[in-house]
């Protein structure tokens, strides 16, 4: 089944059922098949948007942005979700790098794109919201095509035409757009059943941004696959949050550790779990061992996920009955892809091994838009190069030990930061840690752990490398500890390791200057 077809068979089949429910409506599949099929019109016969456009999409989470990504589905169009906490010039460069023909707006961003609209040549500006001016109103569009026969698929499209293109998160340099077709969606959605054992009778609460693949395709996109409800909110708020299972039977919920440990803080995580509520996700980032094991003995499985932008997300995950048993592991490869360890000359390594993880199988992107250069780096045959270090154990559980390059080399042994990071964790009045490595005369590279510690904790630099020792190699214990009030993170709550690194070394050269002015100091005194 195409992924164009999924609503319209379920709105022949259960076409009462809610489909989605946005503050306070409930969208029935039936609305929201006739929602696409008026959006679809919309794109060809008022904006003659053909296969291959590019369609952007600048808003919160929205009935409309799914009505956007499904009706572009039936033309062969290819939707561009922005990210709709990036500055404006930001924007000017992913919108100049797609090329997209049209842009739809939500009312809270059109003075945002007004602002740069001279920088943005031809593109199409439409307006969810009427009387804007010098922008194309959705509705008006809507209305002028009401009547005109349903708009069907052009012939020879295909499911391994693109349909999605998401900017990566761009943690170490500029995004790269990945594109994604059909089939890697239906793919991931499969996989995604498989990892929630989902069915129609489920209840989705979607609080993650859809403008990332994790809020859109790990539980969204394959609740509407399954035939099931998906509860959305706008933005992730910690009152809507809990509101939303007072007013709900929600049973599955997609969260990153940042937002983990928000729910896990206020007074409403201890009156109990929700009777509906069997599962948790949760992934982008190192999980911390302890709040998987805080969230499974509060009653539910806290499963992991592992995955990128390019591979639609999922590429493994842990089973509910492994979650408490595994908890430093993102479990075990998707059913319906493959994944390999290698070292650097592309060899498979032995299980216990640490080398560079690839991925293989339908859900992995097409391509990096326009970058000819960086897909073919990005692939070896069909298998793609995640950038991530990790291991298999005994029984096929894939740990994650970095990144490639977070990678510390000191003194020719390789230190992983997230084996640092996973244990001071685990140490009481650390909030949040991360690893990086700081140029070192002597080692090359040392590896200092930046923290957020808890209020009221008295936690020192010094308790904080005394507790490595022992517990990691000697090598990889840090050598430095430096607290900060936070760490900077990314929409998903990935953090910024460049950013981080660039705080260590401005800290170090600080040091290295008021070292060097004490010295002329004392020549002088002399």
């Known amino acids: 089944m195409d992924l164009s077809d999924w609503i319209t068979r379920h709105a022949d089949a259960t076409p009462d059922k809610p489909a989605i429910v946005f503050e306070g409506r409930e969208i029935s599949y039936a609305h929201l098949a006739r929602r696409i099929e008026r959006c679809a019109r919309v794109l060809v016969n008022g904006l003659g948007i053909k296969p291959g456009d590019r369609v952007a999409y600048l808003g919160q989470n929205s009935p409309e942005q799914m009505a956007l990504l499904f009706a572009c589905a039936r033309i062969g169009a290819i939707l561009l979700p922005l990210n709709w906490r990036l500055a404006a010039p930001e924007h000017v460069q992913l919108l100049q790098h797609a090329g997209p023909q049209v842009i739809f707006v939500d009312g809270l961003y059109t003075d945002h794109i007004d602002g740069v609209r001279e920088q943005l040549g031809s593109i199409v500006?439409?307006?969810?919201?009427?009387?804007?001016?010098?922008?194309?109103?959705?509705?008006?569009?809507?209305?002028?095509?009401?009547?005109?026969?349903?708009?069907?698929?052009?012939?020879?499209?295909?499911?391994?035409?693109?349909?999605l293109l998401c900017y990566t998160s761009g943690t170490t340099g500029v995004p790269k757009g990945a594109l994604l077709s059909k089939r890697a969606l239906a793919c991931n959605a499969v996989n995604s059943i498989d990892m929630h054992a989902m069915t129609a009778a489920d209840v989705v609460l979607t609080v993650l941004p859809m403008f990332h693949v994790g809020g859109l395709n790990i539980q969204t996109l394959p609740a509407l696959f399954a035939g099931a409800t998906v509860v959305l909110l706008r933005q992730f708020d910690v009152d809507h949050y809990y509101q939303a299972f007072d007013m709900h039977p929600v049973t599955l919920v997609l969260v990153v550790p940042t937002i983990?440990?928000?729910?896990?803080?206020?007074?409403?995580?201890?009156?109990?779990?929700?009777?509906?509520?069997?599962?948790?996700?949760?992934?982008?980032?190192?999980v911390p061992e302890s709040m998987v094991l805080k969230v499974c003995e509060w009653g539910v499985p806290l499963i992991q996920v592992y995955g990128s932008t390019e591979t639609c997300p999922i590429a493994a995950y842990t089973a509910p009955e492994d979650a408490a048993r595994k908890?430093?592991?993102?479990?075990?490869?998707?059913?319906?892809?493959?994944?390999?360890i290698v070292d650097q000359e592309g060899e498979e390594l032995p299980t216990g091994e640490s080398g560079e993880i690839l991925v293989r199988g339908a859900n992995v992107m097409n391509e990096y838009w326009h970058d000819e250069q960086a897909t073919r780096e990005a692939f070896t045959g069909a298998w793609f190069h995640t950038g991530d270090i990790g291991h298999f154990d005994d029984n096929g559980f894939l740990y994650v030990d970095g990144r490639i390059k977070d990678m510390i080399i000191s003194g020719g042994e390789n230190i992983y930061p997230a084996l640092i990071e996973n244990l001071l964790a685990e140490y009481d009045g650390i909030e949040e840690v991360a690893v990086v490595g700081r140029p070192d005369d002597y080692w090359g590279e040392v590896a200092v752990a930046v923290v957020v510690v808890a209020p009221g904790s008295t936690v020192n630099a010094e308790q904080i490398i005394d507790f490595c020792a022992g517990r990691i190699a000697s090598f990889s214990c840090p050598r430095e500890a430096v607290r900060v009030d936070r760490l900077p993170r990314n929409a998903m709550g990935k953090v910024l390791k460049e950013e981080v690194r660039q705080l260590v070394i401005d800290r170090l050269k600080l040091k290295n200057n008021r070292d060097q002015q004490g010295g002329n100091r004392r020549k002088v005194s002399e």
């Open 260 to 286: 983990m440990h928000l729910l896990m803080a206020d007074k409403r995580w201890y009156e109990g779990k929700p009777d509906s509520l069997r599962l948790i996700a949760t992934g982008s980032t190192i």
């Open 125 to 163: 500006l439409v307006s969810y919201t009427s009387g804007t001016v010098g922008w194309a109103a959705f509705d008006e569009l809507e209305n002028a095509g009401r009547g005109q026969t349903a708009v069907v698929g052009p012939a020879g499209l295909s499911e391994d035409d693109g349909l």
């Open 327 to 340: 908890p430093a592991s993102t479990g075990q490869t998707a059913k319906h892809c493959e994944i390999r």
